[in-house]
């Protein structure tokens, strides 16, 4: 079995990879299994531990956490310059779990751990988003969706002040803020070249076929076929936003008049007010916002 680093947040999944993490590492070892791990101590150190995995030449790096711990194991291993030479291996142990749903890994980590014994390995596209952030513009890459609009102003009010009430409640309520306040914005799209003008609610950039939590937003996403999927949501009102919010759970949002579907390479959003930017469920900056697709770039174990 190749050699393994094992990048684990425990924090993930609202603290219970950290009872989980003890089992794992009992069923890896009892699998025979050969590996190291190192636990994230604050955001961004999942990034930094596979910057420094990839540099050291490990083949094979695990990530066990959410899609927010994905998300920094992928920019890790691009940042350490050989993410095309090693292999990412996921056991999910986050709240979401939305990346997973759509490449094959198992949501139960005994049967994760048993698929890293297999490594029956797939190649999946990978994302780009630049966007500015302190005033310069930045790049990261994203693994499952990513965008701006109603669904990012939902993050950015979760990982504010209602963080502190809890996975479930501060979305919650950060729903709730967002819908209250959040008003549509006018922007300039350009899908592949081709520009408009509209007035938006949201707008995900998908590579995935779940996101927020298992909402169905991109029924016709393919991880592999080096496009992306760019959902968008038009000018709907407050009455008409709620009413459609469960029909994102059950895929069935594709038939409002006012939601588009597009498969594109690249996509450019340029608002006339600064829009808060999400990838992966993580707020990362603002607009203006270029989204593109880094064809077969990754190899994960599913």
């Not at 990839?54 to 998300?71: F, K, M, P, Q, S």
């Not at 809890?166 to 950060?174: E, I, Q, R, T, W």
């Not at 081709?194 to 169905?216: L, P, Q």
Request: net charge positive; proline share 4%; with cysteine.
């Amino acid at each position: 079995m190749t050699y393994a680093k094992l990048i684990v947040n425990p924090c993930a999944g609202g603290g219970r990879t950290a009872k989980k993490w003890p089992q794992i590492m009992d069923l890896l070892r009892s699998m025979g299994m050969s590996c190291e791990h190192d636990l994230t101590e604050a955001p961004g150190h999942a990034l930094e531990l596979a910057r420094l995995a990839a540099r050291r030449g490990y083949e094979l790096v695990v990530c066990v956490g959410g899609d927010g711990t994905i998300n920094e194991v992928v920019n890790g291993l691009y940042d350490g310059g050989s993410i095309r030479d090693v292999t990412l291996g996921i056991i999910s142990t986050g709240t979401g779990s939305d990346y997973v749903r759509t490449i094959g890994v198992p949501l139960d980590y005994k049967q994760a751990c048993r698929r890293l014994a297999n490594l029956r390995r797939i190649v999946v596209d990978l994302s780009v988003v630049e966007y500015v952030h302190g005033g310069v513009m930045a790049k990261r890459l994203f693994v499952n969706f990513a965008g701006l609009g109603f669904e990012a102003e939902i993050v950015k009010a979760t990982g504010g002040r209602f963080k502190a009430f809890g996975s479930v409640a501060s979305y919650l309520l950060g729903l709730l803020n967002t819908v209250v306040f959040y008003r549509n914005k006018e922007v300039r799209l350009s899908l592949d070249g081709k520009e408009n003008r509209r007035r938006i609610c949201a707008i995900e950039v998908s590579n995935g076929r779940y996101g927020g939590g298992g909402m169905f937003l991109a029924p016709q996403a393919d991880p592999a076929d080096g496009l992306l999927d760019a959902l968008i949501i038009g000018d709907l009102s407050k009455p008409d936003l709620l009413w459609s919010l469960p029909r994102l759970y059950r895929g069935t949002h594709l038939t409002h008049p006012k939601v588009t579907v597009k498969k594109v390479r690249e996509i450019h959003v340029r608002p006339e007010r600064r829009m808060a930017v999400q990838a992966d469920g993580e707020l990362i900056g603002e607009t203006p916002a270029r989204f593109y697709v880094f064809p077969a770039a990754l190899t994960v174990v599913a």
